[in-house]
Structures are given as C-alpha cells and as structure tokens.
C-alpha cells in the first residue's frame, strides 16, 4: 500500500522520525572517543556504526553493511531467528547492523550481519570476516581484543578457540524469554576483566510450552516455534557458569528455587562477579557477590515490597566506595537508599540510577510535573541534588564518563543532543528529519487521583465546534503516554487533524506520578483502568465543552489494545466505537513475568484473572469494534485476538478483524502507518463522520 497521506507517508519513510538518529552511543573510557550506531540520512533506515572524536568533533564510518556484505537486501526478515527475536525483544527495527560491542578504549568493536561475523579496527575502518560454527549472535570481545566470544546454535564459542560450552541440551550465552522481554536482561555471557573466562548463562527450556507462528501468506513454509513461559507454568531454568579458557568450569549456586529470576551480572573484578535475582513475584530482589572459584555466594542486599518491588534500572548496585545503593519507595516517592539509609526524598521520583559521576551519583527523575523529566547529580553525602537540565521535557543521558555527558533533550519543541565536557557543550550530529508538527497538548491533572491527562485539538480549530472524541490509550504498567516528549504527539496531532479531539490519559497502574499510583491495579488491571479513564472523559467533558462525548472513539496497541476492546465491552455507554490492536485478551495467556508480578498467579488469584479477560463479555458487545493483529507477534501471540473473535462468533456479535500476515507487534516497515489509514476509515465510518470534517492541513 502506497501512503497518500502525506504525513503518513513522510512518518513510514523516516521510520518514526527515527532514522538518522544516533543510538547505542558508547564512549571510552577516557572519555576522548565514541562508537554509535546511525544511517546516514532521514530517509536511510539502515544503520551503520560510526567512531566520533570528543576532541576534534570529527566522525568517521566505520562498518557499512553494504560494504560487509556486497548486494544485501538488509531485510529484517531475513535475519537467524534468534536476532529477529532480540530485535523484537529491544525494540530495533531497523535493518544493518543492530548492536556491536567493543573493547573499553573503543580501538576493537565486532558485530554480527545476517549471522555472520566481522572485527572492526575502529581507528582505520578495516574490518574483517572471523570464522564462525554458525549464524553468528551476540559477539563480544575480550578485554584485548584478541579474542571474541559468540553464540551459534545455541553453543557459546570462541574465535580463535572454538566451542566453549557443553552440548547438554541446554541453550548456552542467550537471554530467555521473560528476562529479555520483561525483566530488562538481554544478554547472556560476560568475558572476565583478564579474559581467562566467560561468565555464561545456561538455559534449560524443556518444561515450557512452545507457541508456534505459521505464516498463511506463506504456507509452504515451515511454522516456526519458541520456548513461551505462560502464566501459571514453568520458567525456563536458568544457572549461571564460570566458563575458563583452560577448561575448569564452576556453577554459581544461590537458592534458585526460591529466586528463579535472574536479573543483572556481570564480573566486578577477577575474583568476584554480582549477579542480582529475585523472586517469581519480583517480592524480594536480591543482589549477591559471588566466587567464580567456588561459586559460592553472599547476600549484599535485600529489596522487598509487599506489592512488587518495581524494575528501578540502575539497583541494586555496589558504589566504588562499598556501600550498595537499593530502590527506596514510599508510597508518594520512588526513591534510593545507601546501605539501608534514604538518600532521596519525596521530592524525587527516579526513574533510572546512570552510575557514580564527578563524585556523585546520576540520575533520571522527576521532581513535579510527570510529564517532564530531569537528570540529576545525587551528593552521595546527602546535600542537595543538583539539576543538570533545564526547561520542560523529557532530559535523558545518552552515555556518560568521568566529567563527559551526552544529553538527549526532547521538548515540545524538538529534540537536540549535546555532549557536555565541563563548560563546553557541542551538539551530537542528528540527521532525522524534522519534525513536521509542534503539537500543544492541553496538560492538566483530573479526579482526585490526578490522573495526567492531555486533549490534543485539530489545528485551527475554531473554538465552539463540537468534536467526536478519540481516546488515544496505553493505560498500563510500565509506560507513560502524557509526557513533554515531541515525538509521541507527532501521530497524535494527525488524528486530531482528521477531525477528531484527541484525549490521552495516565490512568493509575502508569508509571512516574508515585508508587501508590502505580501499585493500584494490584491484582486486578481492568476496574481502576476502566473507572480512571472514564472519569477523566467526564472531568475533560466538564472543561472542554468542544469535547462531543455523545462520540468517543478509542484506540489502542498492546495493553491499550487490551483496553480499547474492554471498553466497548464494558462501558458502551461511555465508548461508541474502539480499534483494539494486539490485544493481550486473556492474561492467563500471557508471559509469567509481566503479568505475574502484578495479578500473581493465576491458582492464587483466579477472580482477578478472571475479571481482566475479555473472552466472557463477548457475548454483551454491541458497539463496533475492529481486531487487529500481526501473525507474527511474538510478545502477545496472536490467538489473543483470535479467542475473542471466536467468542463473538460464536455469541453472534458482529465485529471485524485485521490480521497482518508476517507483521510483529512492533508494526516496522511502515505497517503502523498502514493500519492508521484503516483504522481512520473504521472510526469515521462508525462514528457518522464525513470526510470534510478530516481534511489533514499540509505541513
């Protein structure tokens, strides 16, 4: 399909206004140098690596895929399952070269192409081919650059050296399912600072069910399949190995039954690894010192929360100086503690612990309104923090070392990236396009929750014309939709300019307002997002008088998926029409992990898991409602919607159905802005609207 829009289209060419942006951005350690990964236009989505020098300002390519691999197509599709699924899992789409790893000075990196291997020298831009077992995964180099570890086959080897890990059926040097996906681990081997060992996870597979994706666009090919932890049933059983060189190996033992997950490693010196794990309910989060000698290990901290403790990237950790800093919540304030002590307070809300830094400690956090975000320098002493950023948006660090920091600032009016050495500020080169909208979303705080809310209204509109209302929902754990963040109002101010006033609300169970926020839905998704949502359309209603709430469309993907179709459902009276894309409709279905640590399990809390599915309340849909799904997700399979279609099938409630043939639930490739196109159609089908009334102004 051929974008007519014109914003459609400009939206699918540049990848989201994605492509050209730096990412990966890795600086060595004395701070002089910088790998990162960028394509070399807006319209260019593959992605190439690049060396910048701190000093002179100057860049220089270093590996262009095409270069490595005369005549490639640099189709995703195309790549070994295993890195598809790690795309999927961090959320690269773009064809090239997706990660590489490099040693500490910057001077080696390697990376894997279509499974293929190659070491760069970064200085020259010489790169060249290593022999490999099989489609080459994950490689990363020793400390010297003289040796490189990857995974083929599920095997952990080495280039020079061969096979590293034993062929006992477990898979060796990957991260599983949950931990990639949900608990924010994506790898699985670590090389020791004197690069006599590899740190490796093993990954036995066995006990969990698999889930199949057959392709109907392709029927003659073979269905694939992956190990799936379901709620309620086995997790993959992971262990770490002290894998040497000269052969010994030696498990790090912890009392896995009791803490399956495991969420960080990594070496902190020859003698000792940290590794941190918790429990299944993510209840008690623990981080320990181990013995790669005898595996043997010891509690340095632990964190526990009677709801779970909350994903704080960063904690726990161990400081230069000894003392472990741990998450801190109280229920107005995420917050750290130094050995047990509290070292923020209510103030700030930390969203993400960066490292020590000028003798301090940096932070991501919040300290007023949620949908602005700040960096932080913590006096690890106990005085005040000192901001870093200033004006409204979203400031986060790009990458740092001592006395460096690359900033991305993102405000209403654009984002802008700037390297900071002392009082020096540059800008980083950004080559995406420019943003075609600076939309001006109405933000206000409604009920007496405070529920971030935003209306986001066509442009030009002229005030006293009434307008059908679009909800433009996410409304679950982990993500903040109303935030000072450009790019997520870019498709936003679209829809509003189809005629529609667009209405996006943080409902409680959202992250960033405060723990006890948050810790709402505890149990039970479905009543708090429902009641919040709806009282925040009729607080919007009672200020805005423009808002038509006779007309309200709602629109989702993922969890807002999930809630688009529960509100047709179950709220009719309120919702006249909803697009539900990728629906999680029965989280009985769902990965253990996630939704685990806020329902629980599903034999210790079937009323909840009962009450959140959707199939049941098939037979009392009497609005329109569109499913929509790619075959090939592998986050929330596809059956999830199918169920609910078979349950409306057969209550004899009409409905309709998307299925998106080879398309993840990342929707690359210009798919999002393709079903945007057939979800306008719907909604102004549905919602009684003309055409005239959605007449896009250029840009």
């Not at 701190?54 to 890195?83: I, M, N, Y």
């Not at 940290?274 to 623990?286: F, S």
């Not at 405000?411 to 700037?418: I, K």
């Not at 059956?639 to 609910?644: A, E, K």
């Amino acid at each position: 399909m051929t974008h007519t829009d014109p914003f459609l289209a400009l939206s699918a060419a540049t990848g989201r206004f994605s492509y050209g942006s730096p990412r990966a951005v890795t600086l060595a350690a004395d701070a002089r140098r910088a790998l990162f990964l960028r394509s070399t236009g807006p319209t260019d989505p593959v992605e190439r690596l690049w060396s910048f020098d701190l000093t002179t300002g100057q860049e220089h390519l270093v590996a262009d895929p095409s270069a490595l691999v005369p005549g490639r197509t640099g189709v995703v599709a195309d790549l070994p399952p295993v890195e598809r699924r790690l795309r999927e899992r961090i959320r690269v789409w773009a064809p090239g070269i997706g990660s590489f790893a490099a040693t500490a000075d910057l001077a080696t990196a390697v990376l894997a192409l279509d499974g293929r291997l190659f070491q760069c020298d970064t200085a020259t831009g010489a790169c060249v081919e290593l022999p490999v077992a099989g489609p080459a995964f994950d490689p990363r180099p020793n400390p010297d650059g003289t040796r490189v570890a990857y995974v083929a086959d599920d095997a952990l080897h080495l280039v020079p050296g061969g096979r590293l890990s034993p062929a006992d059926g477990a898979r060796w040097g990957v991260a599983e399912f949950a931990a990639a996906e949900e608990l924010g681990r994506s790898r699985g081997h670590w090389w020791s600072p004197g690069g006599s060992a590899v740190l490796a996870a093993r990954v036995d597979e066995s006990a969990v069910p698999l889930r199949h994706f057959a392709d109907p666009a392709h029927p003659e090919r073979e269905p694939e399949s992956f190990a799936y932890p379901q709620a309620g049933g086995p997790n993959a059983d992971v262990q770490l190995w002290v894998l040497h060189l000269d052969g010994p190996r030696t498990r790090l033992r912890w009392d896995d039954a009791e803490f399956p997950y495991l969420l960080a490693a990594d070496w902190e010196g020859d003698g000792e690894i940290l590794l941190t794990v918790a429990d299944r309910l993510q209840q008690r989060v623990l981080l320990l010192s181990a013995d790669p000698a005898t595996g043997g290990t010891r509690e340095l901290s632990c964190t526990e929360d009677e709801f779970w403790v909350d994903p704080l990237p960063g904690t726990p950790q161990r400081l230069p100086d000894g003392r472990v800093l741990t998450s801190s919540d109280t229920p107005a304030a995420r917050g750290l503690a130094l050995d047990g002590k509290p070292l923020t307070d209510e103030h700030l809300q930390v969203r993400r612990v960066l490292g020590p830094w000028q003798g301090g400690l940096l932070v991501e956090a919040g300290d007023g309104d949620p949908a602005d975000q700040h960096v932080f320098r913590l006096d690890l002493d106990g005085g005040a923090p000192e901001r870093l950023t200033e004006g409204a948006g979203v400031h986060t660090v790009a990458a740092h070392a001592e006395g460096v920091l690359l900033l991305t600032s993102a405000g209403l009016d654009g984002v802008r990236r700037e390297l900071r050495r002392g009082d020096d500020r540059t800008a980083f080169r950004d080559l995406s396009a420019e943003l075609p909208y600076r939309p001006e979303p109405l933000l206000r705080r409604v009920t007496e929750h405070g529920l971030p809310s935003a209306v986001l209204y066509p442009r030009g509109h002229v005030a006293g014309n009434r307008l059908p209302v679009l909800l433009d929902v996410y409304g679950g754990p982990g993500f903040q939709a109303v935030a000072n963040e450009p790019r997520r109002w870019q498709l936003k101010q679209w829809w509003a300019d189809q005629g529609f006033a667009v209405v996006t609300v943080d409902n409680r169970g959202t992250p960033f307002v405060s723990p006890e926020f948050t810790r709402a839905i505890f149990r039970r998704f479905s009543q708090v997002a429902i009641d919040d949502q709806v009282a925040a359309l009729q607080a919007l209603g009672a200020e805005h008088p423009d808002l038509d709430l006779t007309r309200v469309g709602v629109r989702g993907w993922s969890y807002g998926g999930y809630f688009a179709a529960l509100a047709v459902l179950r709220r009719p009276d309120v919702f006249h029409v909803a697009s539900a894309g990728a629906p999680p409709t029965d989280f009985r279905l769902y990965d253990t992990a996630y939704t685990e640590r806020y329902l629980g399990l599903p034999q210790d809390n079937s009323q909840g898991y009962e009450a959140d599915c959707l199939l049941a309340d098939a037979p009392a849909l009497r609005r329109p409602l569109l499913l929509i799904h790619g075959l090939a997700d592998d986050n929330v399979h596809p059956s999830h919607s199918l169920l609910l279609s078979q349950a409306l099938n057969r209550a004899g409630r009409p409905h309709a159905v998307l299925p998106l043939p080879g398309v993840s639930h990342m929707l690359p490739d210009g798919e999002l802005e393709r079903v945007a196109a057939v979800e306008l159609a719907f909604l102004r089908e549905e919602l009684g609207l003309g055409r005239e009334l959605g007449a896009t102004p250029s840009f």
